[in-house]
């Protein structure tokens, strides 16, 4: 949906918004969430019943100079581990390769328990998305289809916040965007899943070691290693010019 800046300082005013928000996105569930933290830090789930509630934790954020966002809390297919059910979504690498092209250098899957945000800086923990494909127990071209459709989707969110930013001027013409980190929940809709983008993050991002923890030796930076590439070539190619520019300014002085 749209997103809609609104600024009040009042209890009452807030909960209105909020219940107008949910009428119009049919969510009966919401979360609060700061815009200037990370790591899942001060990430509160409510219901709709509870939007006093929720408005009385937005007015704390505020006056801690939190800027605040609500959305509508999309809930990952269910998943049972050891007997207990969890919850997860999908962080997945955004790149480039050394064509500059945007690929997505891999994906990790981050599980917890219910009730609270799942983030690797709260404990949850890691598995690959070949793991977590097996124990919903896809079919290997349901599970490509997929996983297709995931980074078709990271990298679309990727170029619309590129183009975004450039066009409000946030980032140098000339200056490039290499890495971003775009989390992922996979809900159903009828009988299909359906990936949907729960946050962008930035080159700040992180997460890729965590993934190497659990990855066989050979396979350890797969998802950073066309950025590293990316960047050796962008390196030789920068000496390279420095090179052609001494010999050049040589030449002229000869």
Request: charged residues 35%; proline residues 2%; hydrophobic residues 40%.
């Amino acid at each position: 949906g749209i997103v809609k800046y609104r600024e009040s300082d009042k209890k009452d005013g807030i909960a209105a918004d909020i219940k107008q928000f949910c009428e119009k996105n049919d969510c009966e569930h919401f979360v609060v969430k700061p815009t200037d933290e990370q790591g899942g830090e001060h990430v509160k789930f409510f219901i709709l019943d509870e939007a006093e509630r929720a408005a009385d934790y937005i007015l704390a954020l505020m006056k801690d100079n939190h800027n605040v966002l609500v959305e509508k809390r999309i809930f990952a297919l269910p998943i049972v581990i050891d007997g207990e059910e969890k919850d997860w979504n999908l962080r997945v690498f955004v790149t480039r390769d050394d064509n500059n092209e945007l690929i997505v250098g891999d994906m990790e899957v981050r599980i917890d328990k219910i009730g609270g945000p799942v983030n690797i800086s709260l404990n949850a923990s890691v598995m690959t998305f070949e793991s977590i494909v097996e124990r919903l127990g896809m079919e290997e071209e349901a599970a490509s289809q997929l996983k297709a459709e995931v980074e078709d989707l990271a990298i679309r969110a990727f170029k619309a916040i590129d183009k975004g930013m450039r066009d409000n001027e946030k980032i140098p013409e000339q200056a490039e965007q290499d890495w971003a980190g775009v989390d992922v929940i996979i809900t159903k809709v009828g009988d299909r899943m359906k990936p949907v983008i729960l946050e962008f993050n930035d080159h700040h991002s992180g997460g890729m070691w965590d993934l190497d923890n659990i990855l066989p030796k050979e396979e350890e930076g797969r998802a950073s290693r066309a950025l590293a590439g990316l960047m050796i070539m962008r390196a030789c190619r920068h000496k390279m010019e420095k090179t052609a520019g001494k010999i050049e300014a040589v030449g002229k002085n000869e």
